[in-house]
């Protein structure tokens, strides 16, 4: 029986702290989110949230979508949707998982360029297509799972 206590509490303490995100991230549904404190490319966002434990954030809903919209304070910010490359020719999340939420500026947007493979938020909600590398300099918001 202490054996049992020892192993329950290990998964208490487990529940406990995956449930909660550290002081740098904000809690956003069930999943961490962190914008990244400086400016750079899509390309090194990727690697800087690896790094830091998650992944360039995906959003799926509305609701998720405004909270991250707040969290950029105002900024344009990469977000982890991406085409082509490992991961197209259609938009699909950094994780490779496909859309089943989209706020495009513009409807046209849904069909990804190859100039612009990207996607970032604006400081309105809206997505949009963006370059990948070191001419597309910009905040990312990063995310990790409970």
């Known amino acids: 029986t202490a054996m049992?206590?020892?192993?329950?509490?290990?998964?208490?303490?487990?529940?406990?702290?995956?449930?909660n995100c550290d002081g740098s991230w904000t809690t956003i549904g069930?999943?961490?989110y962190k914008l990244q404190s400086s400016k750079?490319?899509?390309?090194?966002?990727?690697?800087?949230?690896?790094?830091?434990g998650?992944?360039?954030a995906s959003i799926e809903s509305a609701q998720v979508n405004s909270e991250v919209k707040?969290?950029?304070?105002?900024s344009d910010a990469f977000i982890g949707?991406?085409?082509?490359?490992?991961?197209?020719?259609?938009?699909?999340?950094?994780?490779?998982r496909p859309f089943a939420y989209t706020n495009w500026k513009d409807a046209s947007y849904a069909v990804p360029?190859?100039?612009k493979p990207c996607i970032r938020i604006d400081s309105d909600g809206f997505w949009h297509p963006e370059c990948c590398g070191v001419e597309a300099?910009?905040?990312?918001?990063?995310?990790?799972?409970?």
Not at 42 to 47: C, D, E, G, K, S
Not at 137 to 146: I, Q
């Open 137 to 146: 300099s910009l905040y990312a918001v990063c995310l990790r799972s409970f």
């Open 54 to 56: 998650g992944k360039l």
């Open 30 to 32: 069930e999943r961490c």
């Open 70 to 74: 707040t969290l950029c304070h105002g």
């Open 40 to 52: 750079s490319s899509w390309n090194a966002h990727y690697i800087n949230c690896f790094f830091a």
């Open 81 to 96: 949707g991406a085409a082509f490359g490992p991961f197209g020719p259609a938009w699909v999340w950094a994780d490779g």
């Open 4 to 19: 049992r206590i020892t192993i329950v509490l290990a998964m208490l303490l487990e529940a406990y702290y995956s449930l």
């Open 113 to 115: 360029v190859q100039e």
